[in-house]
Structures are given as structure tokens and as C-alpha cells.
């Protein structure tokens, strides 16, 4: 069965610092793989998301993450954080099969002014 | 605009009384999700339906259960909530098609459903 793994539950950084959060996940098939963020008190929306092509892809509000094959990862990043990217990360995975997606644990980040 | 919508958005009900939540879309998608996710945890798939075809997960309780009575609605019934059922129920859609479908194989979310069990 396939499963992601965060390694990252809770994050705290100081505005301008960069973000890298970490992903794996346990599926050995073509998968498609997302991020969503979850602003506090909002529903899930998608951050960005990886089909083919290119490893590094760009999202929404100045985020990118890269994937990498070899290691099983797509590990997301930021090169400067602002206080509204507080919120929690969700990493999530599906086999290209779909049926269903699959999400990671989740990291919680908290960005002080 | 097109959208996912849950109702209610808080529901508070009693140890064991029936509840009924609600999801509707406007995006004519095929597929509906209920996901269950509780507080600090990652949302876990409850069940989907591709169509009108139901697909149960191994580990939903059988306290769950769901009705697709149209394309644009889906709801889920609990049927004796415990304490434990206490969560935010977030229904998702997504478009049936490949990868060169636009939108394909990602979920649009509701805002959630936050059940509370006294």
C-alpha cells in the first residue's frame, strides 16, 4: 500500500528565513504527487502538483518542489517565508491507477513577523 | 462560482444520535470523496464513488455509510456517533479523465463539516 511520510510535524521560522519540507513516499509505480496547504480555519487547496515532465515545478505564492525519483521524495520549498504562509503542508500521493489519494501526516508551520 | 459545498459546517450532536452531513457540487465531476480528518492528523479516506459505483474502504467503520443520490450530491451518515467520530468530515471531487485533462486527478475540497460528539 502506498504511504507518505513528513518528517517534519511542527516548523517555526522568522520571516525571510527559507522553508524546505520534507516528503517521501513509499509507492514504487508512477505516481502522481501535491501539496496542499490548509490556512487556519480554511479547507485544503491545492499548493502545486507534480504529473510528468519536469521535476522542479512552481506553484502558487512563490513555492516550488522538486522531485526525485531515485530518492522517493518531493520535498517543498520556499526561499523566502511570510507570515500568511503560516498554515499546515500536506503532502499526497496517488498511483497513476487512481482511485484514491493518499495524504502524509501533515507539517505544521508557523511563521513569526 | 463552481465549488464544493458542505452543510452544515458545525454540527454538534449527542453520543449516539444519527447524523447526516451533505456535499454538493457544481463542477459535474464523477468522482466524491469523505474524507475524516482529526485534529492534528493527516485527512483518511472514508469511501468514494466513481459514478454511482461505491467503493468502501477496508477500515471505515461500519457506523459510516453514504448515499450518492445524484451527480451533485453525496452525503455521509453516521449512524451512532461516539466520541471518538468527533472530527472534521471533508468532502472532495474530482473530474474523470488522463493526464491531459485539465483538472485531472486533482481533488477540489470543501470547506469541511466539523462534528462534535457530546
Known amino acids: 500500500a502506498q504511504s507518505v511520510s513528513q518528517h517534519n510535524h511542527h516548523v517555526i521560522l522568522s520571516e525571510a528565513a527559507s522553508l524546505e519540507l520534507g516528503c517521501n513516499y513509499s509507492y514504487g509505480g508512477t505516481v502522481n504527487l501535491f501539496w496542499y496547504v490548509q490556512y487556519p480555519g480554511q479547507h485544503l487547496q491545492l499548493l502545486l502538483k507534480y504529473f510528468s515532465g519536469d521535476p522542479l515545478v512552481k506553484g502558487i505564492k512563490g513555492f516550488e518542489a522538486e522531485f526525485i525519483k531515485s530518492k522517493f521524495s518531493f520535498n517543498l520549498r520556499k526561499p523566502s517565508v511570510q507570515w500568511s504562509d503560516t498554515a499546515e503542508y500536506f503532502c499526497a500521493v496517488v498511483n497513476t491507477g487512481f482511485q484514491k489519494l493518499v495524504f502524509g501526516t501533515g507539517t505544521r508551520l508557523l511563521v513569526s513577523p | 462560482d463552481a465549488m464544493v459545498i458542505q452543510n452544515p459546517r458545525y454540527q454538534v450532536t449527542q453520543f449516539g444520535k444519527p447524523v447526516t452531513l451533505s456535499c454538493s457540487q457544481t463542477l459535474n465531476h464523477n468522482v466524491m470523496y469523505w474524507y475524516q480528518q482529526k485534529s492534528s492528523q493527516a485527512p483518511k479516506l472514508l469511501f468514494h464513488y466513481y459514478d454511482k459505483d461505491f467503493n468502501n474502504e477496508a477500515d471505515t467503520p461500519d457506523n459510516f455509510q453514504s448515499r450518492r443520490p445524484n451527480t451533485s450530491f453525496c452525503f455521509l451518515d453516521i449512524r451512532s456517533p461516539g466520541l471518538g467520530d468527533a472530527a472534521m468530515y471533508l468532502c472532495?471531487?474530482?473530474?474523470?479523465?488522463?493526464?491531459?485533462?485539465?483538472?485531472?486527478?486533482?481533488?477540489?475540497f470543501g470547506a469541511g463539516s466539523r462534528l462534535t460528539v457530546l
Open positions: 472532495a471531487t474530482r473530474p474523470v479523465g488522463g493526464q491531459g485533462v485539465t483538472g485531472a486527478n486533482v481533488l477540489t
